[in-house]
């Protein structure tokens, strides 16, 4: 399998450079050249799969003969050793509805996924080809954790991760900067998640910087943390269909850097039974707008209660312009100069109603939130993440699957307004806020971000 860039500025790579570029050195997200197809029998196949098994089948075509077919088989198994439950994935039932849980690894949220994958996998890499990687990300809540516990006490690597100062949960916060292993740095930046994902591609963008001090990336634009959650896409219709290739299954994502859901639009696109996809945004609906209008326009950032997705660009919506235009890397180009300039891009008719073919989406309040909440509680005991909460009322009365992107727990302040009580709290966040800490505050800008990266690691190189 070949990678080449959303804006064509490259030779196409193979999956190792693929991962190990994060994003592309012309600027544009790594996307595969083709994607492979999956027919009846291949379904049927492996629709009986345990949950490390499948990600086996699925990751191989994209990996190519990069890694040793026992080799990738071992990663798989020690990156999801790491979780609480036997089926890494479960689908269950609660009063009616069908929850995918995606909670059940280290830091209790369904970045854990894709992340403890691709720290082994960085670590494997590495180790093989030789060469550092000093990883450079954002987070809006629990990419930032879940990074940090895929990569912490690594050889050959560290990591310097970036959150908005006072715009995520208590609990999302000291996940982070309770780890306190040398290569791990914390950066409470002042700013937004927007101001902090900018910084960082500006980072990556500055090619001799980029190339002096490896920068390597953990966030979405990341092409192995979409590998990875296409898994469970996969994983959650063969358990909800029974393996028949007759029947579809549709689902519903809560939704900030498209980055879950563009998984689902690509296991779709290669022959996985998928009906509907719903987008479920909060007030921060610049996808939902899209869908409906076909306009791309940059608003306010709102904060919300579910903070994860308080995002006005999102990242991987690059990658689903490129797959809409049938790979037209030069249109892709103009449309995101376009986006930088003016804040806006705008679709054809007739690329909107292709996407409005691929995509529902539904924008949903705080208040909203929380009465699907209470609902959901009132009606089976279960407690919902707020964001979870967002893709489940986005689901309405259909069968869709919902998402359950993290634990409740890691938002007991929502939780505490919706039902008057805080959801128990799972091992992996237990005696979290008793513990040290250490995390650095910045202000938010590239050539702050830069010093404090050249300072950090001089004594090191």
């Not at 949220?109 to 992340?115: G, Y």
């Not at 209470?374 to 089976?380: E, G, N, Q």
């Amino acid at each position: 399998m070949q990678y080449s860039s959303t804006r064509g500025g490259i030779a196409s790579v193979g999956f190792a450079e693929a991962v190990l570029m994060g994003l592309a050195t012309d600027g544009g997200l790594v996307v595969p050249t083709d994607l492979p197809r999956v027919d009846a029998a291949t379904l049927r196949a492996w629709s009986g799969l345990r949950f490390q098994d499948l990600a086996l089948e699925v990751m191989t075509p994209f990996v190519g003969d990069e890694i040793p077919r026992e080799d990738l088989r071992a990663l798989i198994e020690r990156s999801y050793a790491t979780f609480t439950h036997p089926e890494v994935t479960p689908v269950v039932e609660v009063g009616g509805l069908r929850i995918l849980e995606l909670f059940h690894g280290p830091t209790a949220a369904f970045k854990d996924v894709a992340l403890q994958f691709l720290g082994n996998l960085f670590e494997y890499l590495l180790a093989r080809d030789g060469g550092e990687l000093n990883i450079c990300g954002a987070t809006s809540g629990d990419t930032g954790s879940a990074a940090i516990y895929g990569v912490r006490g690594k050889a050959r690597i560290s990591i310097f991760m970036l959150h908005p100062k006072g715009r995520i949960s208590p609990i999302q916060e000291r996940q982070m900067t309770s780890v306190l292993d040398p290569n791990v740095h914390n950066i409470a930046l002042r700013g937004s998640f927007d101001d902090a994902q900018r910084i960082v591609k500006e980072l990556f963008n500055d090619l001799p910087f980029k190339s002096e001090f490896s920068l390597g990336a953990v966030n979405s634009i990341n092409w192995a943390r979409i590998l990875a959650q296409m898994v469970y896409y996969v994983f959650a219709w063969a358990r909800a269909a029974g393996g028949d290739p007759e029947r579809r299954v549709s689902f519903a994502v809560p939704t900030g850097n498209f980055g879950d859901v563009f998984a689902g639009y690509l296991a779709k696109r290669m022959g996985v039974p998928i009906d509907r996809l719903i987008i479920a945004t909060n007030r921060n609906d610049i996808l939902t707008r899209f869908v409906d209008t076909g306009v791309y326009a940059v608003g306010e950032v709102y904060q919300t209660l579910s903070p994860a997705m308080d995002i006005q660009i999102a990242s991987n919506f690059e990658r689903y312009l490129y797959f809409l235009h049938d790979g037209d890397a030069g249109k892709i180009r103009a449309m995101l100069e376009m986006l930088q300039a003016t804040g806006r891009l705008e679709v054809d008719a007739a690329h909107h109603a292709r996407a409005r073919a691929d995509f529902d989406a539904v924008a949903v309040s705080d208040a909203e939130t929380l009465e699907q909440i209470r609902l959901t509680y009132a009606a089976s005991g279960y407690i919902l993440c707020p964001h979870t909460a967002v893709g489940v009322k986005a689901a309405g009365s259909g069968d869709a699957i919902c998402l359950a992107t993290a634990h409740p727990a890691k938002f007991n302040e929502a939780i505490r307004l919706a039902i008057g009580c805080d959801a128990p709290l799972p091992p992996a966040l237990q005696g979290l806020m008793d513990l040290p800490t250490r995390c650095l505050e910045l202000d938010a800008g590239a050539e702050t971000l830069k010093a404090h990266i050249r300072d950090t690691l001089k004594d090191t190189r």
